[in-house]
């Protein structure tokens, strides 16, 4: 072990991804990176997680939630366990339905040691679909919103030519994958778990960039996501609740009263109408009832707080 390094704990979190842990963690065990420990998060599943990991991968730490905290309670629970018991100088924050370039872990490091105030980093995401030849890209960021707060993902279903090869801050990131400073854990107390799934990593982005902190995208670190397999598919019931319940939290969050009012009678009036009509004529049917449920979910959750 080099001791010169920061010391990494990588993070994958898993619940009933059994079958997705194999690809996962095989290649971030061949990352190039010397001082890292490989966790995985069994986040109260009941397909044999743990006993997979230990018998397959016994380098690999695993520690385990009896009942399934969501993507944010899962993950603080691995935040926790990663600063206080293995004293971390960085957590990689990364799903389990993902292959990670070899060199992924020493990109993410050489980038956040640059400026301590580079509080996450995260890397060029590929859609994981051999029809594409594994180069059409995913996400490499996300812009900003003047209403929404977040907007939409920078490069999406574009063909990697190079055009997004400079290492540059970002106003957000998905989490697919993200180094995240200790420091930012430590002052921020890592994923409001208000965000059972979805908008927790926009929600601790601005939370951490009220301390100053910044974040960073680095062409260099490369990973291959097989998109939303590990809650479902893209167009599970349980996505689309989240996605619309958590996008009203957030925004009630984070916007001024008079942006939000302007955000909600969008949301009434042109947002929901628009995406019903848009699910019926692709019949997407079974994701109508999720989308009205998350819309009436997330209106409780405001009233009620």
Same mark, same amino acid.
């Given at each position: 072990?080099?001791?010169?390094? @920061?010391?990494?704990?990588?993070?994958?979190? %898993?619940? #009933?991804?059994? +079958?997705?842990?194999?690809?996962?963690?095989? %290649?971030?065990?061949?990352?190039?990176?010397?001082?890292?420990?490989?966790?995985?998060?069994?986040?109260?599943?009941?397909?044999?997680?743990?006993?997979?990991?230990?018998?397959?991968?016994?380098?690999? !730490?695993?520690?385990?939630?009896?009942?399934?905290?969501?993507?944010?309670?899962?993950?603080?629970?691995?935040?926790? /366990?990663?600063?206080?018991?293995?004293?971390?100088?960085?957590?990689?924050?990364?799903?389990?339905?993902?292959?990670?370039?070899?060199?992924?872990?020493?990109?993410?490091?050489?980038?956040?040691?640059?400026?301590?105030?580079?509080?996450?980093?995260?890397?060029? +995401?590929?859609? #994981?679909?051999?029809?594409?030849?594994?180069?059409?890209? !995913?996400? +490499?960021?996300?812009?900003?919103? @003047?209403?929404?707060?977040?907007?939409?993902?920078?490069?999406?279903?574009?063909?990697?030519?190079?055009? /997004?090869?400079?290492?540059?801050?970002?106003?957000?990131?998905?989490?697919?994958?993200?180094?995240?400073?200790?420091?930012?854990?430590?002052?921020?107390?890592?994923?409001?778990?208000?965000?059972?799934?979805?908008?927790?990593?926009?929600?601790? !982005?601005?939370?951490?960039?009220?301390?100053?902190?910044?974040?960073?995208?680095? @062409?260099?670190?490369?990973?291959?996501?097989?998109?939303?397999?590990?809650?479902?598919?893209?167009?599970?019931?349980?996505?689309?609740? /989240?996605?619309?319940?958590? !996008?009203?939290?957030?925004?009630?969050?984070?916007?001024?009263?008079?942006?939000?009012?302007?955000?909600?009678?969008?949301?009434?009036?042109?947002?929901? @109408?628009?995406?019903?009509?848009?699910?019926?004529?692709?019949?997407? /049917?079974?994701?109508?009832?999720?989308?009205?449920?998350?819309?009436? %979910?997330?209106?409780?959750?405001?009233?009620?707080?």
């Amino acid at each position: 072990m080099n001791t010169q390094e @920061p010391f990494v704990v990588v993070l994958v979190l %898993s619940y #009933n991804g059994r +079958v997705l842990l194999d690809d996962c963690l095989n %290649s971030y065990l061949k990352n190039t990176y010397s001082n890292f420990e490989l966790v995985v998060i069994d986040n109260g599943s009941t397909d044999g997680t743990e006993q997979f990991v230990k018998a397959n991968f016994p380098v690999v !730490q695993t520690i385990r939630l009896e009942t399934n905290r969501g993507y944010s309670g899962g993950f603080n629970y691995g935040l926790e /366990y990663a600063i206080k018991d293995k004293e971390a100088d960085y957590v990689l924050v990364t799903n389990n339905d993902v292959i990670a370039d070899k060199n992924l872990i020493f990109e993410l490091v050489k980038v956040a040691e640059k400026d301590a105030m580079i509080g996450f980093v995260t890397g060029k +995401v590929y859609f #994981n679909e051999k029809k594409n030849n594994n180069n059409i890209i !995913q996400t +490499v960021g996300k812009l900003s919103h @003047p209403i929404n707060i977040v907007g939409e993902h920078i490069g999406t279903g574009e063909k990697d030519e190079g055009q /997004y090869d400079n290492v540059e801050e970002r106003d957000f990131i998905d989490d697919v994958f993200t180094l995240v400073n200790r420091e930012v854990i430590e002052k921020t107390g890592g994923y409001d778990e208000t965000f059972f799934l979805d908008f927790e990593e926009a929600d601790w !982005q601005l939370r951490s960039k009220k301390f100053g902190y910044k974040i960073f995208y680095t @062409p260099y670190a490369k990973l291959w996501h097989k998109i939303g397999m590990s809650t479902g598919g893209r167009n599970s019931r349980l996505r689309t609740f /989240y996605l619309k319940r958590n !996008q009203i939290i957030f925004t009630k969050k984070h916007l001024t009263s008079n942006k939000f009012l302007l955000y909600l009678v969008t949301l009434l009036l042109f947002i929901l @109408p628009k995406q019903i009509i848009n699910k019926i004529s692709i019949a997407h /049917y079974n994701r109508i009832t999720p989308l009205l449920r998350g819309t009436l %979910s997330g209106l409780k959750y405001i009233i009620k707080n």
